[in-house]
C-alpha cells in the first residue's frame, strides 16, 4: 500500500518562503509521476505543480510560476515543493500525490493521480 506524508506547512508572512515534503512508500516511487496540489476554504481543489517520473518534465500553475519550484530525488523517495515570494492567496492545505501509472507522460488533471497524502496546512499572514 503506497503512502504519502507530506511534511513543511505552516504560517510564514508574505513575502516568505517554505519547502514543503513529500516522502512516498509502498512502491518504486522512480517510476510515477508525483504533483502538489493546494485547496483553499470554499475552493475547489486545483494543481500547483506537476513533474513526470523522470524530471525532466514539469509543470506550473500560472498563479505560482516563478515563485514556486516541484523536484524530486529518487534517492530518498521525496518529491519537494519550494515556495518563495509567498502571497496570502497562497494560503490552503498542501496535497502531494502520486500518478496511477508508470513511466507516463506528465499529468496535470487530479483524476489521474491515484495516492494522495493527508494534507498540509500553508498560512501566508499579510
Known amino acids: 500500500q503506497e503512502q504519502l506524508v507530506e511534511s513543511g506547512g505552516g504560517l510564514v508572512q508574505a513575502g516568505g518562503s517554505l519547502r514543503l515534503s513529500c516522502a512516498q512508500s509502498?512502491?518504486?516511487?522512480?517510476?510515477?509521476?508525483m504533483g502538489w496540489f493546494r485547496q483553499a476554504p470554499g475552493k475547489e481543489r486545483s494543481i500547483v505543480a506537476s513533474?513526470?517520473?523522470?524530471?525532466?518534465?514539469?509543470y506550473y500553475a500560472d498563479s505560482v510560476k516563478g515563485r514556486f519550484t516541484i523536484s524530486r530525488d529518487n534517492a530518498k523517495n521525496t518529491v519537494y515543493l519550494q515556495m518563495n515570494s509567498l502571497k496570502p492567496e497562497d494560503t490552503a492545505v498542501y496535497y502531494c500525490a502520486a500518478d496511477e501509472s508508470p513511466y507516463s507522460a506528465l499529468k496535470l488533471n487530479g483524476a489521474a493521480f491515484g495516492s494522495w497524502g493527508q494534507g498540509t496546512q500553508v498560512t501566508v499572514s499579510s
Open positions: 513533474i513526470n517520473w523522470s524530471g525532466m518534465s514539469t
Open positions: 509502498g512502491r518504486t516511487f522512480s517510476e510515477y509521476g
